[in-house]
Nanobody, 115 residues
């Protein structure tokens, strides 16, 4: 059974930083393209960043230059370093494969950028 557990969210002031982690179990993590998604109140879930098995990355335009996705295949973990956070980054952040599999969604981790 695949389980993805997100952590690292919190409340920060605009301009601050957070590092999210997603630990995977029950899957051949190193062979999967992984991604971070977010869902803000009243909005649809969107893909924020993705990383392929060979480390190639893509980002939604709104986070380019501020967020960095990375992975540690030895620890079956994917990370999202978020710098220069803005109020519009406030959302619940989830990890999943890309394209996402419904059964893999976890609880997510709340990120709030507010003064």
């Amino acid at each position: 059974q695949v389980q993805l557990v997100e952590s690292g969210g919190g409340l920060v002031r605009p301009g601050g930083s957070l590092r999210l982690s997603c630990a995977a179990s029950g899957t051949i993590f190193r062979f999967l393209t992984m991604a971070w998604y977010r869902q803000a109140p009243g909005k649809q879930r969107e893909l924020v960043a993705r990383i392929t098995t060979d480390g190639s990355t893509n980002y939604v335009d709104s986070v380019k230059g501020r967020f960095t996705i990375s992975r540690d295949n030895g620890k079956d973990t994917v990370f999202l370093q978020m710098n220069s956070l803005k109020p519009e980054d406030t959302a619940v952040y989830y990890c999943n494969v890309d394209p996402p599999i419904e059964d893999y969604w976890g609880q997510g981790t709340q990120v709030t950028a507010s003064s």
